[in-house]
């Protein structure tokens, strides 16, 4: 374990094995006192079907770096490179689950799903979207409230039909923003859960952030870490070499646990 | 049971009635008592405070004029002639603030010699109403006319009441009479004859509603869909907003002399009246801003949220604007129409009156101008009733806005 560089080197991949690649990443953002630099000389590489978690200060620019990555916020300079072509704005290729649920309050859980699955699957027909629908919603343990209006289910509720919602238009990259950071503890673990088991089928690649450096230990192939801003970049980053499946208990009473753990603290702490 | 009505009575909008319900059935007696007092006891005084003050005000008015009334005859006619005008206006008074005895029995004339009697509606043999005032023609002559009192307006009430029902037989009769020659005509290929009398209070109540709803149709048409487009265009929204700026603020007597214009010469080959064109048309104009304003607001400042989520699942301009744009802004939309509709019975008054269409605002101006002894108490009345219906149009919109609200706590 090696402990906070000042000039982390990042590791390259070959490129046929890379699905996201962050490249030379800058985000100014322009305020009444002249330009803010929230990000600069940003690289990182993200595999194919890789779980990562982002942790750093809060204010450093992880938002901003996940909603940049989504495409719903312009980039500076540098480039986002998906499977090796630069994106031009949001796609499907790339889900999101929101901080907070953001479900049309308006809709019902399975109308909300159906949204993104009419777009995602235009040559379907009716019955089949129907059936994606009603799969994802049964993976998250929703098939109960189909029909229930998004406003009267409960935040971990809806949290669990933004996954489904996320995961129902087949994303190459799944993007989570603090999924989880609303909820108590006890949904939050069944929630990481059902995360953990639509992902390792699904096949797909998450970039999740999250405050909360348990979580990132247990989800995590690899934990990035962000320095502070301004202009912060990647600090360290800490691949995680449990097996999976994981079990919580397995993973609280390994070794490495507290090691990795350890070397999270004392980069926060730094 | 309980709760079912309790849920009920929310939900149209009396759910001041609720600690009643409660109290009834013996729910915390202490509690529901002080709350029934606060929700309905406290606003029943109020009603009795604000009828005293208008009491006392309305005779103060009445009495000074009969001061000056009585000094006037002095000056004239000497003391003697003072005297007999007092004991005229004292009578009068009590005339005008008497009973209002609507009956079918003959006998109940003789009532009208009596100090306290209004007047009598005595049913005629053609089903109708003759009314007999108990005033004389002294009196008539004689009478103070100012700021008539509560008593006063009930009467006037009653006289209205009783002078719709006159009316409607009339209609009815003639209806029945026509009937067969109508048929004729239009055989003929002739238009049918159409009843000409004159239009009861209710019947301008009537009318002024028709010409209201359509007014508000009218501004609902323009202003949501523009509403929606200049919200969704940043450009188009600030290219125009010099014309919400500057037409926003213009009176509707002026919109009505623009509206007056362009329909009379569109309109000049066509025979017919066009006043109820000219002002449901004058009434849509100055009343839509409101709508306007609140839904292109609504639009625009839909929760960055469901922007996002409509950008990552790439959703088209159709499902965009009407699965996610328009029912979160349905809210502010349904604010701008509440005050639409309430600014268009404000100014439907106004623009019945000076428009000379029919309604409301004519009865109010043609009352005015009639000067009778009842006339004031009747504008009174008329006054109420607006203002009567007016809440209840607020009521219905609210009631409306609560039943396809995702928000149901909006009261
Ligand atoms: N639209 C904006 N305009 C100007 N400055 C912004 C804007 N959005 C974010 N910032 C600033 O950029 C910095 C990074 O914000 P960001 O939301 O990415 O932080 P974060 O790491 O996600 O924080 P947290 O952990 O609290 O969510 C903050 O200092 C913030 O004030
Ligand atoms: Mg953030």
Known sequence: MSVVKEHYKMEKFPSNDVML?????????????????????????????????????????KTTMLSMIAGLNPISDGKIKVLGSSIKGPGPDRGVIFQSPSLMPWLTTFENVMLGVKKAYPDATKKQKEDICKYYLHKVGMDSSLNKRASEISQGE???????????????VLLLDEPFGMLDSLTRGQ?????????????????????????????????????????????DVLAIDFERPR?????????????????????LEH | MKDSIIKVIRFIGFGFLEPLIRLISGEETKKNTKETFNKIGAPILSIF??????????????????????????????????????????????????????????????????????????????????INYGLSSDEKKEVPVTLPSPKQTKNAFYTLWVDYKIVRADKKAFKEKTAKLNEQRVADGKNAIVYTGRPSFVDQVVTSLKTVFAGFLLALLIAVPIGIITGLSPTLRTSVNWIIQIFKPVSPVVWLLLVTMIVTTLLRNSEGDSSFIISFISVGLCSMWATLVNTAMGVASV??????VAKVLKLGNFQKIFKVILPASLPLIFTGLRITLS??????IAIELLAQSPGLG???????QNGANDSNAKIIVAMFIIGLIGFALDRIMLFIQNLISFEKETI
């Open chain 2, 49 to 130: 405070a604000f009828l005293l003050l208008w009491n006392i005000g309305a005779n103060s008015l009445y009495n000074s004029l009969a001061d000056s009334k009585i000094e006037k005859a002095r000056e004239v006619g000497g003391d003697a002639e003072a005297e007999r005008i007092k004991n005229i206006i004292i009578s009068a008074k009590d005339k005008l603030d008497g009973q209002f005895i609507i009956s079918d029995d003959i006998e109940d004339l003789k009532k009208l010699s009596e100090a306290n009697i209004h007047a009598v509606a005595l049913k005629n043999d053609k089903g109708t109403y003759d």
């Open chain 1, 191 to 235: 929630l990481q859960d059902v995360l953990i088991d639509v992902w390792n089928k699904e096949k797909i690649t998450a970039v999740m952030i999250t405050h909360d450096v348990d979580e990132a230990i247990f989800l995590a192939d690899r934990v990035v870490m962000m320095t502070s801003g301004p202009s912060a970049k990647i600090g």
């Open chain 2, 303 to 308: 929760d960055t949220d469901y922007i996002n």
């Open chain 1, 21 to 61: 690649d962050l490249e030379n990443l800058k985000k100014v953002y322009p305020t009444p006192k002249g330009d803010y630099v929230v990000l600069e000389n940003l690289d990182l590489q993200i595999r194919k079907e890789e779980f990562i978690t982002i942790i750093g200060h809060s204010g450093c620019g």
């Open chain 2, 362 to 368: 004519s009865f109010v101006w043609e009352e005015f």
């Open chain 2, 343 to 348: 600014v268009a019975w404000m100014v439907l």
């Open chain 1, 158 to 172: 809806q949290q669990r039909v933004g996954i489904a919602r996320a995961f129902a238009i087949k994303p190459k």
């Open chain 1, 247 to 267: 079990s919580r208990k397995a993973i609280l009473e390994h070794d490495d646990y507290y090691k990795y753990r350890k070397h999270l603290i004392d980069f």
